[in-house]
Structures are given as C-alpha cells and as structure tokens.
C-alpha cells in the first residue's frame, strides 16, 4: 500500500511539474504574438490557467531564479565574456491597456508579502510620445543579458548604471561569493558622469565611456580644478554595437517590443522570460 502510495504522489508531481512547464511554453507562445488571453487556441487549454500560473511566478521571484541557474551553468562552463560587458537601455511603447492599474499595491497569491519586482509607479513614464517603459540591461560579449532593469519611460540612463550593475550576480555552485565585476565595461554618452566613473573607479572596473563636448569644455574651463581627462579606448568602443544587437534580439518578442502588462514585476518576468530564452539558445 505504501508503494502504491509513494508511486501515485511522484505521477501527481510528474504532472504538476509538466503541467507548471507547459503552461511556461504556453506563455511564452503567446508573449511572442502578443494575444490577448481569451484568443489563445482551445489546444492550449483555460486561458485563465496560463495566464495566472506565469503572474504568480513573476510575483514570486521564480524567473530571476531560473534565469541565475542558467547563467552560473554558463558560468561554470566558461561560456560567459567578461572581458567586455556593455550597458544601453530602450524604449518600450505601451499598449493603451498597460494603463489603469489599481492604486493599491499587489501582493503574491497566498501571501501578505509584496513582488519582489513591485514598482509603486508601475514603471509606466508619459512623454510626448505617449506611455512608454524602459529596459535598462547589461549584456556580455556574446549577446546575452547579465542583468536587466524596467523604469518609467522619461528616466535617464546614467542614474541606473549603478542599479543594473548592482544586480548582475552570478552564482557559482561550487561554492564561493558569486561574480559580480567585469573586467571593462563599455557605455555610451548618457553613462558619462562623475558619480558612475566614481562608482567605476572604486569597483576596479575598467570603462570605455566617451565624454560629451559640454562635459569637457567645462573640464577645461576649469583648469586644474576639473580634474584628469577620461580615458577612451577607441577598439573597445567599437564593440559597443553588441548590445544594441542583444537589444534587437530581445525585442523580436512582441511582449517585450509593446508593453501590455498593467503591473511593473509581470513585464520585468516578461522580459526575463526573453532572456531566459537568449541564454538557452
């Protein structure tokens, strides 16, 4: 009796966890047509099941789980170029359904807590060219994302250098502190400041960021009381174009390209999705 006991709870956790995988592939499915749920296909089963089990795993924290565990497996191989990481952001048109959004904040299912990826202002900017989200990111030499960030549309791009840079961890599961510093980094002119090449210098880590002509003609202004020229490592600027590739990569996705998720942690599990995808490639 115990065996047939054991044997039917591991064919219940079989099926939980081929039920938990295809409702992913599911999602991931029609994240990339950018569907509305009630048009999926019947074959795909109550689209409130697809829809919900993903939602829970983007409150949770189980995207950003799994998108670790892939990359210290890439880690551990060597599959990771450090030698160069690059930092860029992009725009994200919102569809007119990501607005309205309720006041109170949300909370994961079964739980008092709030998403770890909880936004109070949703990430949702307004400009001139209407509602609109950022994805600030860090990507290695060969097109993958290190770590990602969403923000209102109208935010800048140096002051999230530091938060991006803050969350690329990567674990080693042999043991030891994970990776957190690349060798060089390499960045356009909004990334040019003195608090980020502060941040840079302190953290050992080599930058290629050029300076604009308002920032050096106030240098020289100033003589000796504006400080060193920065250093520009013309070879290594031309590999900036490697994360505006990994930029296109991630927006074939049609999730991703228009935002249509109301809350800010869905579309930051979203996009993790996309990367997810990138790295198993």
């Known amino acids: 009796m115990s065996s047939c006991i054991r044997a039917q709870a591991a064919t219940a956790r079989c099926s939980r966890r081929l039920g938990q995988a295809r409702s992913a592939e599911r999602w991931a499915w029609s994240g990339y047509r950018g569907l509305a749920w009630r048009d999926l296909p019947r074959r795909f089963g109550t689209w409130k099941t697809v829809h919900d089990r993903p939602r829970m795993w983007s409150a949770d924290g189980t995207w950003e789980r799994i998108l670790q565990a892939v990359q210290a497996d890439a880690d551990t191989e060597g599959r990771i170029d450090w030698s160069l ?6 725009v994200c048109r919102a569809h007119q359904h ?3 959004a309720r006041k109170k904040a949300p909370r994961k299912p079964g739980k008092r807590t709030r998403p ?31 770590a990602l960030l969403v923000t209102p549309g109208q935010w800048g791009d140096a002051p999230q250098l530091i938060p991006v840079l803050e969350r690329v961890r990567i674990p080693r599961p042999a043991g030891g502190r994970p990776r957190t510093r690349p060798e060089h980094l390499s960045g356009d002119k909004a990334y040019s400041s003195r608090r980020d ?3 840079l210098r302190r953290r050992q880590i080599g930058h290629t960021i ?3 002509e308002n920032q050096r003609a106030n240098r020289q202004r100033r003589g000796s009381a504006g400080g060193r020229p920065t250093g520009f490592d013309a070879a290594q600027y031309t590999r900036r174009n490697e994360v505006e590739r990994l930029i296109n990569k991630l927006k074939i996705k049609r999730a991703v390209a228009m935002r249509f998720d109301k809350r800010a942690y869905v579309f930051h599990g979203t996009v993790t999705l996309g990367a997810i995808r990138l790295w198993l490639r």
Do not use: C, K
């Not at 990481?85 to 992009?90: A, E, G, N, P, R």
């Not at 770890?116 to 060969?142: M, N, Y």
């Open 85 to 90: 990481v690059s930092v860029d952001s992009t």
């Open 98 to 100: 990501a607005a309205g």
């Open 116 to 146: 770890a990826q909880h936004r109070p202002d949703e990430a949702l900017g307004r400009s001139r060219g209407g509602p609109s989200t950022d994805i600030h990111l860090a990507g290695d030499g060969e097109l993958r994302p290190l």
């Open 197 to 199: 090449r502060r941040y």
């Open 210 to 212: 050029p300076e604009p």
